[in-house]
């Protein structure tokens, strides 16, 4: 960001955002507030983790990558999805979607996945243990957000999740293990190519751009190019100096609802640069918390908290 003369996106310890009982913190109000002006301004903010926390998320797009890599450059048409599909809250498994040139495995606790011959299928390493990671730090994120809003704590429980998970509940959040522009995949045919200012070539989805659904969204990727539309209407460039501890946050559709409109939701594209050589692709871990499937975003959460919508 540096070099588009922009300021850099906040960056906030994770261990300084972890509530405590009593007062809070000088460590806690400073970051809460560098968290907050940043999701203002950009819609983004970085979140800093533990070098052993870091060291896990590296080791999940490891397998990723490697995963990806022995997928059939060909799927099955019955694993098409597309990103307009009503099933949205209850992917669970392997599926693409050619319009935008990615490949998804999607964990989703309480579902378990069947490959089309109905066999069990072998999914990525670690995820288990990374959605317990960012989906903690999630829900941290949206206490730090509520504070923020000087609303009472943790005023979405009742439309998260139960954790743990109840018996025979399936988990509303997921975290989603995606590819971009794996060249082997046969997708290239439904995109459109465009010319970089400097020469080089830049590939957008047909769409132009798009939203989360979720209430907080977290994502680590291999590669830059995860772009976010700020509050002056620029497209910004928000994961290319990412340490190997940092993620990105953005808020997504239903915290926009839920805050009734004082939180934006993130409008993102995103860009495959000079991907010429890699033969992997883009590859992404990322996590949607997201509320209960049959929940009404009334802003009801938002009157019982003190705050009037």
């Known amino acids: 960001m540096a070099g588009n003369g922009l ?14 009982e009593g007062l809070p913190s000088e460590s806690y109000k400073l970051s809460v507030t560098t968290l907050s002006q940043s999701l203002v301004q950009y819609s983004a903010a970085i979140i800093q983790f533990s070098s052993s926390d870091g060291a896990l998320l590296r080791s999940g797009l490891d397998s990723a990558r490697l995963y990806f890599h022995q997928r059939s450059s060909f799927p099955a048409p019955d694993m098409i999805h597309t990103s307009d599909s009503r099933e949205w809250c209850k992917t669970s498994g392997y599926y693409m979607d050619p319009q935008l040139w990615q490949e998804t495995y999607d964990y989703r606790p309480g579902l378990t996945p069947i490959e089309p011959n109905n066999t069990m299928e072998i999914p990525p390493g670690g995820l288990p243990d990374i959605f317990c990671l960012l989906g903690k730090t999630a829900r941290d994120i949206l206490d730090a957000i509520s504070f923020y809003l000087n609303l009472r704590s943790s005023p979405f429980t009742e439309i998260l999740d139960n954790v743990p998970l109840r018996n025979s509940e399936i988990s509303s959040s997921v975290l989603s293990v995606c590819c971009h522009a794996r060249p082997s995949f046969q997708g290239a045919q439904h995109h459109n190519l465009t ?17 989360d659904k979720s209430l907080i969204s977290l994502v680590k990727s291999d590669k830059p190019g995860l772009h976010i539309r700020d509050l002056h209407g620029r497209w910004v460039l928000v994961d290319v100096d990412l340490g190997p501890q940092e993620v ?16 934006n939701p993130a409008l993102l594209r995103t860009e495959f640069n000079s991907m010429q050589g ?7 871990v990322a996590f949607k918390l997201m509320p209960k499937s049959m929940t009404s975003l009334n802003c009801s959460e938002m009157r019982a908290a003190g705050s009037w919508c």
């Open 7 to 20: 300021p850099p996106l906040g960056r906030v310890k994770l261990s300084d955002l972890v509530p405590s």
């Open 195 to 211: 010319a970089h200012e400097e020469g080089q070539l830049v590939m957008y989805p047909d769409h132009e751009h798009q939203v």
């Open 248 to 263: 990105i946050v953005y808020p997504g559709l239903a915290l926009y609802q839920a805050t009734a409109g004082y939180v």
């Open 278 to 284: 890699s033969m992997y692709g883009r590859c992404s």
